[in-house]
C-alpha cells in the first residue's frame, strides 16, 4: 500500500483518534443485530492498547440527518465493544463528538482506555464535509487512523478531512480490505475470474467493464443479464430490463470480445408468473423466456455451465445474487455459487451487502478467503475507481535506493 501503516507511526501513550464503520445493524429494541463490523476493528484497537494510546473511536450509524436522534446513539455499540475488549480497559461513551466537554473527558481518560465519541452523524458538518467540523474532530486527537473501509467512498469530514491537521495512517482492517483486493484484482494468480449478480445494471457497468479488462473470465448472473440478453434481440418477458442501457452493453460487449475476455451469460432460468415466492415456476433454455413471465434465477443447466467455468480458477472475485435469492423459491443458483467458490481452491474476495448475506446465511463465511466489509467502497475499487478515504491519508515516500515505499 502507498500509504503509511499504523505500524509506521508512533502512537505510543498518544491520543489516537480511530475512524471506524461501526454502522451496524440493529433490531426494534436498539440490539446489534451483526457485529462483524466491530469485531473487524479489532485487531486495530488491540495493537493501540498495547502501544498503550488513548484510543478514540470515532462513527456513524444510521442517518440521524444532523440531529442528535436517541436511536442511532452509538450506546450499544460502546457496550459490545467492552465485552471485545479485556476487563482491564475502561470503554466509556462521550456524549458528543466535538466540544470542550469531551474534550475535558478525553484530556482525564488513562492510557490504554477507549473513549467513543457519539454519533459523527448527529451534526450535519459530517456529512457535509464541513471543514470546520472536520478542525474540531481534529483537535481531540495527535495521530489519526483510518480503519472505515465501508465508508471510504465518502467524502465526510471524518474520512478526508481529519487528515489535514494531524498525521494519519491506515489501520489493520483498511490495509487488509486494500491487500485483498490487490491481490485478486490487480495483480491475481491465473486464471482470474469475475462473478458478477445483482439487479442494476448502471450500477455495475462501469465494475463489468473494467473487470473485462482484468479478468479471464466474466461470469454474468443476477437482473444484469437480461439486459445483456435483451440487447442481442432475445425476448426477456417480463424480467428486469434497463433498456436505456441497451447501446452500452452492446458496447461493452465488443470491447470484451476484443480484450479476449470470455463473457459467460445464463443458458437457462427459473421462471415464474409473478414475482412471488408461492407463484408457479419452471425452468426454461435463455431463448424461450415466455412473454408474460419473469426471470428470477439462473437455472440449473447455468449452475452447472458457471461451476466449470470456474473449476480451473487460481482467484475468483464475487459481486452481487445470481436471482431473487431472498426467496427460496429463487435461491439455488445463488446458493450452488456459495458451494462452488467455497469448495474452490482459488482465492476467493467476495463484497457488496447481498453476496456478504448469502454467504452470512448459509454459514460458510469462515469457508472463503475474503469477505470485504465494504459496499459502496468495495464496488467503488472494483470499478477502478480511487477511494477519497484513503487517497487522503499520509503517504509513504519512495526510498531512492531501491524503490521501495518507505514512511515519511
Ligand atoms: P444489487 O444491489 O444490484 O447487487 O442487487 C441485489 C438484488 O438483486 C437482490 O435483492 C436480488 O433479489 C436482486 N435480483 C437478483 N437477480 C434478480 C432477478 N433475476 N430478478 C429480480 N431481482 C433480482
Redesign the pocket.
Known amino acids: 500500500m502507498y500509504k503509511l501503516f499504523i505500524k509506521d507511526i508512533d502512537v505510543r501513550r498518544k491520543r489516537v483518534m480511530v475512524r471506524t464503520d461501526y454502522n451496524v445493524p440493529l433490531d426494534d429494541e436498539g440490539n446489534i443485530t451483526d457485529d462483524t463490523r466491530i469485531r473487524a476493528t479489532l485487531p486495530t484497537i488491540n495493537y493501540l492498547l498495547d502501544e498503550e494510546a488513548k484510543v478514540i473511536i470515532a462513527s456513524h450509524l444510521g442517518r440521524p440527518e444532523g440531529k442528535a436522534i436517541p436511536k442511532y446513539s452509538l450506546k450499544p455499540v460502546a457496550r459490545r465493544l467492552q465485552r471485545f475488549l479485556s476487563e482491564k480497559v475502561k470503554v466509556t461513551l462521550a456524549g458528543d463528538c466535538i466540544g470542550p466537554a469531551v474534550k475535558k473527558q478525553i484530556d482525564e481518560m488513562r492510557c490504554g482506555d477507549v473513549m467513543v465519541l457519539e454519533n459523527l452523524r448527529f451534526h450535519p458538518g459530517e456529512e457535509k464535509n464541513d471543514p470546520t467540523f472536520a478542525k474540531e474532530l481534529a483537535s481531540l486527537c495527535e495521530v489519526f487512523i483510518q480503519d472505515a473501509f465501508g465508508n471510504c467512498h465518502r467524502k465526510h469530514a471524518s474520512m478526508i478531512g481529519v487528515d489535514d491537521h494531524v498525521p494519519s495512517a491506515a489501520g489493520f482492517l483498511l490495509k487488509k480490505e486494500m491487500d485483498y483486493f490487490e491481490k485478486a484484482v490487480n495483480n491475481p494468480m491465473r486464471p482470474v475470474v469475475a462473478l458478477l ?4 445494471v448502471s ?2 457497468i462501469k465494475i463489468v467493464e473494467n473487470l473485462s479488462k482484468k479478468m479471464d473470465k466474466v461470469l454474468i448472473g ?2 444484469m443479464a437480461f439486459t445483456f440478453l435483451k440487447a442481442q434481440g432475445f425476448c426477456v418477458g417480463k ?2 430490463v434497463e433498456d436505456s442501457m441497451l447501446d452500452v452493453v452492446k458496447n461493452l460487449m465488443d470491447i470484451s470480445r476484443k480484450n479476449g475476455t470470455k463473457l459467460y451469460l445464463p443458458v437457462d432460468f427459473v421462471v415464474a408468473e409473478t414475482f412471488d415466492g408461492q407463484a408457479e415456476t419452471k425452468v426454461v433454455p435463455y431463448q424461450e423466456i415466455p412473454d408474460k413471465w419473469i ?3 439462473i437455472g440449473p443447466a447455468t449452475t452447472k455451465l458457471f461451476i466449470e467455468a470456474l473449476q480451473d480458477a487460481k482467484t475468483i472475485v464475487w459481486n ?2 445470481m ?4 426467496l427460496d423459491a429463487f435461491s439455488r443458483g445463488t446458493y450452488a455459487m456459495v458451494d462452488a467458490v467455497t469448495s474452490s481452491h482459488a482465492s476467493t474476495i467476495v463484497g ?1 451487502g ?1 453476496t456478504d448475506m448469502a454467504f452470512h446465511k448459509s454459514g460458510k463465511t469462515h469457508e472463503v478467503s475474503f469477505i470485504s466489509t465494504g459496499g459502496g467502497a468495495f464496488l467503488k475499487l472494483l470499478e477502478g475507481g480511487e477511494l477519497p478515504g484513503i487517497a487522503s491519508l499520509s503517504d509513504r515516500r519512495k526510498s531512492p535506493r531501491d524503490g521501495q515505499s518507505v514512511p515519511s
Open positions: 449478480g445483482g439487479a442494476k450500477d455495475k443476477g437482473a424480467s428486469l426471470a428470477l434465477d452481487g445474487p436471482g431473487a435469492f431472498e457488496g447481498d
